[in-house]
């Protein structure tokens, strides 16, 4: 913690800021590594039978690419686990000297693996599978060992051996827990119940330390056995009860530094004479440059007392350095608001008197869940009314917090509330940076996919993600964004926020996709949970925007991709349309949605037949008279329609409707159709449409497909309503169609059309608008290039 402080002391406003610092992009080797870690086999080789990992024949790693190799892994969503941990036993070909583990499933032998490359650094927290036969492989292996980090919830010290019954004769007779003879940095946190001998033991032997950290710890008396500890340089005691009795011990330990008895629990922090002690605190350490006493009522209430001639603090045990003020001292949640008062001898202070003071206890704090949850809250209301100058260093921290904590949910909660307020207030200055994007974004999918049934931070992530720009700065991590948005449609209270904001950003996303991603939407089951939505609005009878926008949903998935068409119909999606249509027969979004997904399955061709039935022809056939959503719903019928017919009067199977009473009809419907209408669609390509342009033996298929054309492009430079996707329009314009229409061939296929003699000169004429739009489209185009020359 101090390091961090003092590593920011000089230039907090500028040194962590992320903005400017992540404006590169990402470096090749970071590429390389997040490969190599989805990719293990371009390195590595399974034995079919256990399943563990084997560097490949010819492969070695030096000491800094195993050790990136194993925090990247560590620090991802990939789990390290014994099979991945089997590409260190090779001492050949791979070197570790630093371990950082949290939160892994590794066991007693994966330690000793990684013990076995003669350590200098180990860190483990939340290891929860490690047994006592740890200690025996510390001592057999950690004569290097140079600093080491048990923390919570590693429970390699049972109460069955150290706790109240009585240490074993063999611990007495060796005369020590672990041997580790260069030990210079120790961290215990959360040992409960043990014996004041166990510390007597633990510390005997470990004479060169300079750091000792006993966060959380019991049972710790009155802290004598610490006076051989000649070296010590920092201590701390966060949260340790007892501190009091202590006092006389801890004053002993001259070469201080960096003191830490600071409390989140407000029972352990009250002292009856705190200035007294404070006073004591400070004069008998000397070298004392940081200081921590958040969470108590050490400093007072406040009333300055003068020591010698006229220097004085506001907090009378720290008036002796009011010229030698600290480095650093922390202030947080004091009592009587210690951090608020003035002549505070200290050159930074955590508190929550101001912005500063909150960041730098969010930086003392990042390793303390408890205090740190209340400093992203009060990080959070900075935002929120926009009262925060340092935005970049804020990111970071939250940033950090969250990837520490992945399993605390109350630290996810408040960062991914924080998140949202900085995105949504940084605006172009985040949106410009690449990097901090991904970061945010991975943070927040690292969070909801651990706590994926929270609806707190499911909402959170959700609201956030709405921020970006979709699907653009979300396909690094596509699939698993998928993965996430269909477990809120489908995992989530019905018809709650989350369920809606989840299916409007799926929505969003299918709509602008192409490819390969939509088939794998498809893939990860999105089909089969908008179907699922439907068949439980339908249960109850209920339509709603979820129902509309599920139906949206499938529009988008299967645009132009046949895989998913065929889903729709192998999970019975025309059956719910029928019902839809049956229970919902007014609703114009919803028709208008349904209809356009059956406009995406008749343009598959060896899907068609499956719609060439009486019932669903006859549905068509009634719906080329609906005035639902303006034409949307009659022009789409009259789609599906033409492409049914488009192949011959062979494939219509059914005697009612008969193949020329539909196609009068939806002639009929044609000609009564505004030529003028502005249109909620958006087409990417007109190769379906132009395919029909060329079916002579069918002309009213041609004329379906010319009136598109002409209506797409008859409105020269306006603007026309698109598909609806995630709650707002996308418009699209006729130079565009005009361009594609050109770009696709189909003015070579249209003058083919008016130069045959088979389609009737209503058909002719449509297409010869259509070339006359296209051509004032050129003109119109070579105007505005010769306009910019004489500019």
């Not at 997040?34 to 010819?58: A, F, H, Q, W």
């Not at 005009?738 to 088979?758: N, Y």
Request: charged residues 20%; hydrophobic residues 40%; neutral net charge.
């Amino acid at each position: 913690m101090l390091q961090s402080i003092c590593r920011h002391s000089s230039a907090l406003p500028l040194e962590t800021c992320s903005f400017c610092n992540s404006s590169s992009p990402e470096s090749l080797l970071d590429l390389c590594f997040n490969y190599i870690n989805n990719n293990l086999d371009s390195i590595c080789v399974s034995c079919r039978i256990t399943g563990r990992l084997n560097l490949k024949e010819g492969v070695h790693l030096p000491v800094e690419i195993c050790e990136k190799f194993l925090d990247v892994r560590a620090n991802s969503m990939s789990r390290v686990n014994s099979n991945f941990i089997n590409i260190f036993k090779d001492r050949q070909s791979t070197r570790l000297k630093r371990v950082r583990l949290r939160d892994i499933d590794i066991t007693d032998r994966d330690l000793e693996i990684l013990l076995q490359h003669k350590l200098i650094e180990l860190d483990i927290s939340y290891c929860s599978n490690l047994t006592s036969s740890c200690i025996k492989h510390i001592t057999e292996y950690g004569t290097s060992l140079s600093s080491l980090t048990i923390g919570e919830k590693v429970d390699i010290f049972p109460t069955n051996i150290f706790g109240k019954l009585k240490f074993t004769e063999q611990h007495y007779d060796r005369g020590f827990i672990f041997l580790a003879p260069s030990l210079r940095r120790l961290t215990l946190k959360s040992l409960n119940a043990l014996q004041p001998d166990f510390y007597l033991l633990l510390l005997r032997h470990l004479t060169s330390l300079t750091h000792l950290d006993l966060s959380n710890c019991s049972d710790l008396d009155n802290f004598e056995y610490t006076e051989h500890l000649v070296n010590l340089n920092s201590l701390v005691l966060y949260n340790v009860s007892g501190i009091e009795n202590m006092i006389p011990a801890i004053c002993k330990l001259k070469t201080l530094r960096h003191l830490d008895i600071s409390q989140s629990k407000e029972e352990n922090g009250k002292y009856e004479n705190g200035c007294q002690i404070l006073t004591t605190l400070v004069n008998s350490l000397p070298k004392l440059t940081s200081l921590d006493i958040s969470g108590t009522n050490l400093a007072g209430r406040g009333v300055a007392e003068t020591m010698s001639g006229p220097v004085c603090s506001d907090i009378p045990g720290l008036s002796s350095r009011m010229n030698t003020p600290f480095q650093y001292l922390g202030l947080y949640e004091t009592s009587h608001d210690a951090c608020l008062r003035h002549d505070i001898p200290a050159k930074l202070i955590a508190g929550n008197a101001n912005e500063e003071q909150i960041l730098v206890a969010a930086l003392a704090f990042l390793d303390r869940t408890d205090m740190l949850q209340k400093i992203l809250n009060e990080l959070f209301h900075l935002l929120r009314f926009e009262s925060c100058s340092y935005v970049g260093q804020a990111l970071n921290i939250v940033l950090e917090a969250m990837n520490r904590h992945l399993a605390e949910r109350h630290v996810q909660i408040s960062g991914s509330a924080t998140l949202f307020y900085i995105v949504k207030g940084t605006g172009k200055q985040l949106h410009d940076v690449v990097r901090v994007k991904r970061k945010i974004i991975t943070a927040l999918l690292n969070g909801m996919s651990v706590h994926r049934n929270d609806e707190t931070m499911m909402r959170n992530g959700c609201l956030t993600l709405c921020q970006f720009k979709i699907p653009a700065d979300v396909l690094f991590d596509y699939e698993r964004l998928v993965e996430i948005l269909l477990h809120s449609v489908y995992g989530m209270a019905q018809e709650s926020f989350v369920q809606r904001i989840g299916i409007y950003l799926l929505n969003s996303l299918a709509c602008q996709i192409d490819g390969q991603q939509k088939v794998r939407l498809g893939e990860l089951g999105a089909i089969n949970k908008m179907i699922w939505l439907i068949a439980d609005r339908l249960e109850r009878g209920h339509c709603d925007d979820v129902l509309e926008v599920a139906w949206s949903t499938m529009w988008n998935v299967t645009d132009e991709t046949p895989s998913n068409c065929r889903k729709f119909l192998e999970i019975k999606g025309m059956e719910y349309f029928l019902m839809c249509l049956e229970k919902f027969p007014n609703k114009d979004e919803l028709l208008r949605n349904m209809m356009g997904l059956l406009g995406n399955v008749a343009e598959v061709r060896e899907l068609r037949h499956f719609l060439v039935t009486s019932k669903y022809l006859t549905v068509f056939s009634d719906l080329l008279d609906s005035k639902s959503d303006g034409i949307e719903v009659s022009y789409n019928a009259a789609g599906v329609i033409s492409h049914i017919a488009s192949d011959g009067p062979d494939v219509w199977m059914v005697f009612q409707p008969t193949r020329s009473y539909v196609l009068d009809k939806m002639v009929r419907a044609i000609d009564r159709w505004d030529l003028n209408s502005q249109r909620n669609i958006n087409y990417r390509s007109f190769e379906p449409i132009l395919y029909l342009v060329k079916v002579y033996h069918t002309p009213e298929c041609q004329k379906w497909a010319v009136w598109a054309l002409a209506n797409l492009t008859k409105v020269y430079r306006k603007w026309f309503k698109g598909r609806v996707c995630a709650g707002y329009s996308v418009f699209v314009s006729a130079e565009k169609y005009c361009s594609l229409i050109e770009k696709e061939g189909g003015l070579v296929l249209l003058q083919e059309l008016i130069d045959h003699p088979l389609p009737p000169l209503p058909v002719k004429n449509l297409a010869a608008m259509v070339i006359e739009n296209c051509r004032r489209y050129k003109e119109q185009e070579w105007i505005n290039v010769e306009d910019q020359l004489d500019g």
